[in-house]
Structure formats: structure tokens, C-alpha cells
Nanobody
Framework: QVHVVESGGGLVQPGKSLRLSCAASGSIEAMSAMEWYRQAPGPGNLRELVAGITRGGSTNYGASVKGRFTISRDNAKNTMMLQMNSLPPEDPAVFYC??????????????WGRGTQVTVSS
């Protein structure tokens, strides 16, 4: 099995920064792209892509975070980070990590963590 765990969420004041981390562990033979998603509470709110990074380090960002967020990863540790700067005040949201991985002796799949909540409020 592949386990994905996010950390680093919490309450932060508007304009401040927060750093999220994601770690994948378990029976991992290989890793591919890793991504951060954001989901606001409430029915009908979909998970939206915040940022993604390939194993080779190529990155992509959602339009609303470009220039303020930086995604990075450590392939040796199967970890990914999201540095979030200049956070605007907004409703609480849960940030999810999705890790592309191949289990030992198994197939490729996308594995989700349980999320970490971020609240930007004064």
C-alpha cells in the first residue's frame, strides 16, 4: 500500500505565509507527478488544482496562486512542499496531496492523503 500524509496546515493571518508538506510512504517502487488540491467546505465544491510538480521538477500552478505559491519536492524522501505566501483572507479550505506512485509489483495509481486544513483569518 501507499500512504500519503499532509501536514503544516493551520490558522494564519492574511498576508502571512504557510508551508505545507506531503509525504508518501509504503510499498513504493517509483513515483511520478505530485499535486496539491484545494477544496472549500460545502456541498458541490470540487477539489481544484493548486499546483503540480513532475518527478523531473517541472511545475504548473493554478492562475489564482501563480507568483505567490512555490511547489517543490525531494525525490529521495518522496516528499513535496508547498510554500504559500501573501495569503488572502478566505474561508477555510482543506489542502490535499495527490501522489502518483507505482506499488512494488503493482500498477501505477494516484494516491490521496486525508488533507490538512488552512484558515486565513485575522
Amino acid at each position: 500500500q501507499v500512504h500519503v500524509v499532509e501536514s503544516g496546515g493551520g490558522l494564519v493571518q492574511p498576508g502571512k505565509s504557510l508551508r505545507l508538506s506531503c509525504a508518501a510512504s509504503g510499498s513504493i517502487e517509483a513515483m511520478s507527478a505530485m499535486e496539491w488540491y484545494r477544496q472549500a467546505p460545502g456541498p458541490g465544491n470540487l477539489r481544484e488544482l493548486v499546483a503540480g510538480i513532475t518527478r523531473g521538477g517541472s511545475t504548473n500552478y493554478g492562475a489564482s496562486v501563480k507568483g505567490r505559491f512555490t511547489i517543490s519536492r525531494d525525490n529521495a524522501k518522496n516528499t513535496m512542499m508547498l510554500q504559500m505566501n501573501s495569503l488572502p483572507p478566505e474561508d477555510p479550505a482543506v489542502f490535499y496531496c495527490k501522489a502518483g506512485a507505482k506499488e512494488i509489483g503493482g500498477a501505477w495509481g494516484g494516491y490521496w492523503g486525508r488533507g490538512t486544513q488552512v484558515t486565513v483569518s485575522s
